[in-house]
């Protein structure tokens, strides 16, 4: 998860707080295939899905810029065609960009667009496929939906429609996902059949692009047991990690205190036993985990890879058997955590998901987990070595 690091936007920086909770809810480490008997496998693994998720392998998310509300745009992150040349140099293959679009419709019933959001979405997108990236462009923050998704589903659609409109004639390396992390009352359940009516109106106009979901659950991967999707073979499904959540947010301001300790390391367990300020007055559950994270031995410790490793291969397995994609659209770790412990996670992580061939896009290019030191015009130290395996000499 992630932050919008603009003051009166406390609603949306309380995100990463409820999906911990989420993900910890979530039973995700062992697959069964238990979907609703309408989620149909699909045989074949050639499907158009298949072959555009090749396009889809190693990405990065213009984080805390278009999603924006049109009051704060410029206000903090600004992306730059330089920037999207230096993402396509760097060795990313994808953007992934975050669009508050609801932030720029007029009221019902037609909820018109304004040119203003289609013109600074239409620069990134142009950018992007001009540099060989291919491009995935959705609907974020949309709390509207996420409270009444009955009452918003109209909006949502009539949304959808014009996007799909104004982007028909657009490169195949252009795709749309239909929402970011739908929670709360947006449950699995209840976006299945948005899903499907929404992504029948997109064929419409858009008969072959590539379409992206997310479960509900904030888009987590133990939601996926609950998603039913269309007979439709150019849909990719998209899930979301930030495990170990104490390490990848430690020190994190927007998690309603859940994770104000900083100094944990990655992997664990630290040279030395972290000991937490008692004014932090912590949680039971943050002081078990600090407990086992002081004492466990690598292999069993809460900060290492045994965080996600069971999750991705779930995903592999879920994957598998139901013929569909799976990407992995968000995960990272905040700048409070320590350079050479960014480094390993990245490393690790990326690895792990390789391994299961997951496709991945990281949170984010120049924001609060950021990749790019726009100050030193370089990445973050071991970060490019950390995704790619590999120094960057020319930068």
């Known amino acids: ?3 919008v690091n603009l003051t009166g936007l406390l609603p949306l920086a309380l995100l990463p707080f ?5 993900q910890v809810a979530a039973n995700d480490d062992a697959f069964t295939p238990a979907n609703p008997p309408e989620m149909k496998p699909i045989a074949s693994h050639h499907t158009p899905a298949y ?3 090749k396009e889809f392998l190693r990405g990065v998310n213009l984080g805390d810029y278009l999603e924006v509300p049109p009051q704060y745009f410029g206000r903090g992150v600004r992306v730059s065609a330089a920037d999207i040349a230096q993402i396509k140099h760097e060795g990313f293959d994808h953007v992934r960009v975050p669009i508050g679009w609801q932030h ?3 009221p019902a019933p037609d909820y018109t667009l304004s040119p203003e959001i289609f013109g600074r979405v239409d ?8 540099d060989g990236l291919a491009v995935m462009i959705n609907i974020h923050h949309f709390d509207e939906l996420d409270s009444d998704p009955a009452a918003a589903t109209g909006e949502f659609l009539a949304i959808w429609k014009q996007i799909a409109a104004h982007y028909e004639h657009f490169s195949e390396k252009l795709a749309f996902e239909l929402d970011n992390e739908p929670h709360d009352n947006a449950t699995t359940a209840l976006m299945n059949p948005v899903y499907a009516q929404t992504i029948a109106e997109i064929r419409q106009t858009n008969p072959e692009r590539t379409i ?3 479960p509900g659950g904030w888009g987590v991967i133990g939601e996926l047991k609950n998603l039913v999707l269309p007979p439709d073979k150019n849909v990719i499904v998209s899930v979301h990690c930030y495990e170990p959540f104490y390490f990848t947010h430690q020190g994190a301001t927007w998690t309603r205190g859940l994770t104000p ?3 944990i390391v990655f992997p664990g367990p630290p040279a030395q036993p972290l000991v937490p300020d008692p004014k932090l007055d912590l949680k039971p559950a943050m002081l078990d985990w600090i407990h086992k994270y002081n004492t466990l031995p690598a292999a069993q410790n809460p900060s290492s890879p045994r965080a996600f490793t069971a999750k991705l291969k779930y995903i592999r397995a879920w994957s598998d ?4 994609p799976v990407h992995l659209g968000e995960f990272g770790a905040y700048t409070k955590a320590d350079e050479q412990s960014r480094a390993n996670f990245y490393s690790t992580f990326r690895q792990a998901a390789e391994q299961e061939n997951i496709g991945w896009c990281i949170w984010d290019w120049i924001a609060g987990f950021r990749y790019w030191d726009n100050q030193n015009n370089r990445p973050m130290p071991g970060m490019h070595e950390a995704l790619f395996g590999k120094s960057n000499s020319n930068p």
């Open 1 to 3: 998860m992630k932050s």
């Open 18 to 22: 409820l999906l911990s909770v989420a």
């Open 51 to 53: 072959r555009a998720a």
């Open 104 to 106: 720029y419709a007029d």
């Open 123 to 130: 620069f990134i997108v142009t950018n992007a496929l001009a």
């Open 212 to 214: 992206f979901v997310e």
């Open 261 to 263: 300790v900083t100094g």
């Open 321 to 324: 058997y139901y013929g569909r």
